[in-house]
């Protein structure tokens, strides 16, 4: 069965501390993307990849990094977290290829991050 | 600005039908998505219109005019198990996804 796999389901950190966020796939796709979901919001994009060692930025990257070492894992880092950083993190994958077709996601099961 | 709105709250009865609308403003249109959500669970792909008209599949079927910016997902033959939101997506001229809030469908016995 494919898989987006988050490491953490639930974390509680401090403001200020750095946070790591991981996202792996077993499904040899070539795009990466991390969300953020609020109540009432839709999904908000952070940052995507669409190669090894490449990013760009979404909607809403301020306060965010990623990192895109291997083509299998794309990491979210918050340098120094702030309370309004407090949501559930999703990540997806889906294949490259003509992005007039239906392009599919993949989502990991969300990592919910409590900033106190 | 680019909008999709989407009712934030349906109830409905198990063995019955219910449609969810999803009415969207954005810059172009390169297709529209349906994913479900179980709560505290990934979203998970349902359905893809680019072309106006009606796509079945199964209990569920999803519904696209373009001229109308309008979307529908009809489910037919109700069950508890589709107690889940249910979320419309467009991707946009620029082939990025926007995505609505989500509309959370109760099921009732």
């Known amino acids: 069965d494919v898989k987006v796999t988050q490491s953490s389901r639930y974390l509680v950190k401090r403001t200020g501390e750095k946070v790591f966020l991981e996202c792996v796939q077993d499904?040899?796709?070539?795009?990466m993307f991390w969300y953020r979901q609020d109540p009432g919001l839709g999904l908000r994009l952070i940052y995507f990849?669409?190669?090894?060692?490449?990013?760009e930025k979404g909607d809403i990257p301020e306060g965010y990094s990623v990192s895109r070492e291997k083509k299998e894992r794309f990491s979210l880092i918050l340098e120094s977290a702030s309370t309004n950083q407090t949501s559930m993190y999703l990540c997806?994958?889906?294949?490259?290829?003509?992005?007039?077709?239906?392009?599919?996601?993949?989502f990991g099961a969300g990592s919910r991050l409590t900033v106190l | 600005g680019q909008n999709i709105d989407q009712p934030t709250e349906m109830t409905a009865t198990e063995g019955a039908i219910v449609q969810i609308n999803c009415t969207y403003q954005?810059?172009?249109?390169?297709?529209l998505f349906w994913y479900q959500q179980h709560a505290g669970e990934a979203p998970t792909f349902l359905s893809y219109n680019v072309l106006d008209g009606l796509e079945e599949k199964g209990r569920f079927s999803s519904f696209l005019s373009r001229s109308k910016g309008y979307s529908y997902l009809l489910l037919k033959e109700l069950q508890m198990k589709d107690s889940a939101s249910y979320l419309c997506a467009v991707r946009d001229s620029n082939y990025q996804l926007i995505w609505g809030a989500g509309t959370k469908l109760i099921i009732k016995p």
């Open positions: 499904m040899d796709h070539e795009n």
């Open positions: 990849s669409y190669d090894v060692k490449m990013k």
């Open positions: 954005t810059s172009g249109f390169n297709g």
């Open positions: 997806a994958s889906s294949l490259a290829g003509s992005a007039s077709g239906a392009n599919v996601l993949t």
